[in-house]
């Protein structure tokens, strides 16, 4: 299994963070479910399904996301309020300025950044500030932090976020090929802050991830070093944000043989790749517009300008595709989004 030393790692952070405030194994092992014998021995090596499983259980019975490592802690459900807070991001900058800004208001004590200064030129880098390290004396928190804002990163877009590298002001806890493995990309250890730089261009790619998309990191939770469920290279994903930009920028659709064209395959073979997704052009084409026109409707725009950016004929068009998405014509739409905020 690809950097199982670094699954291990983190389980057996977990657990001696638990134990040092108090929490037995017997009941770790109860509501986990992680056997004792995967406890006996430091060789012992955690699957990703186990360390999931220990992540969640060990959050619930401390009452705490951040896993006892910081003073004030952090109240269950954050992460999950957090995403679907960041899936009404337009933009990827968007949506890791509105998460960072939601931590900010739950803890001083972990702070996220997103910074786009002079200094890394054509690149961006999320950083990850801890006031009290001597709470997190395994260094669990930035490692940790650093490969989740990845990989929502990468969720958010439909795309893999390519590191460029990960800094950490910390010594390595394992090998270098070890970390190599598990993050990606290059690390380096002894810096002054902890922080993934990427290319700045990802920043301003689109979101394509909604409200109906939140079901999957319900299911991700702590799932492993890698990516959240839906990051692949899926070609449903990489069409639907092919689309998307275009849609934005135009107002209009290409057709599926200019798509067909791009990737070098028939329509035909586009149609059948697609359909072996379970989607299909039209699909996906319906759904980046009904995301655009709904959430234009969250905004003062004019109906009309809805009707124009949503690429309809009239706003009798656009009033029969509201009403065929939510039941409610737009006015109706609006006013009872008004009467929920």
């Given at each position: 299994m690809p950097a199982e030393l670094m699954v291990n790692r983190f389980a057996q952070v977990l657990i001696r963070t638990a134990?040092?405030?108090?929490?037995?194994?017997?009941?770790?092992?109860?509501?986990?479910?992680?056997?004792?014998?995967?406890?006996?021995?430091?060789?012992?090596?955690?699957d990703p399904e186990e360390f999931a499983r220990l992540s969640r259980h060990v959050k619930v019975l401390m009452k705490d996301e951040f896993c006892g490592m910081t003073e004030s802690g952090c109240k269950l459900g954050a992460f999950e309020l957090m995403v679907a807070l960041a899936v009404s991001g337009a933009t990827l900058a968007d949506s890791m300025q509105m998460a960072f800004r939601f931590y900010g208001m739950l803890s001083d004590e972990i702070r996220f950044v997103l910074a786009t200064d002079t200094e890394l030129k054509d690149m961006a880098a999320i950083e990850v500030h801890v006031t009290n390290p001597k709470l997190d004396r395994y260094n669990f928190l930035c490692e940790w932090w650093l490969l989740v804002w990845r990989s929502i990163s990468s969720w958010l877009l439909g795309e893999k976020v390519q590191a460029l590298r990960f800094e950490f002001p910390h010594p390595a806890a394992l090998s270098e090929e070890e970390y190599r493995a598990a993050f990606s990309a290059d690390c380096e250890f002894g810096k002054p802050l902890a922080r993934f730089v990427f290319a700045q261009d990802y920043l301003h790619r689109p979101v394509i991830r909604n409200s109906m998309d939140l079901d999957e990191t319900r299911s991700w939770r702590a799932s492993v070093l890698g990516a959240m469920p839906g990051i692949s290279e899926a070609l449903s994903l990489r069409l639907r944000a092919k689309l998307r930009d275009y849609f934005v920028r135009h107002r209009e659709f290409p057709t599926m043989e200019d798509i067909a064209k791009q990737y070098h395959v028939s329509s035909q073979?586009?149609?059948?790749?697609l359909d072996e997704e379970n989607t299909s052009f039209r699909q996906i084409r319906d759904d980046i517009r009904r995301d655009v026109v709904m959430k234009l409707l969250k905004t003062g725009a004019t109906l009309l300008d809805i009707t124009r950016d949503g690429g309809f004929s009239d706003t009798s068009a656009l009033a029969r595709a509201v009403k065929g998405w939510t039941g409610l014509y737009p006015k109706q739409y609006r006013d009872m989004i008004g009467r929920t905020h």
């Open positions: 134990t040092a405030q108090g929490y037995d194994l017997p009941t770790i092992f109860r509501t986990s479910g992680v056997q004792p014998k995967n406890l006996a021995a430091k060789e012992t090596r955690f073979t586009l149609r059948r790749r």
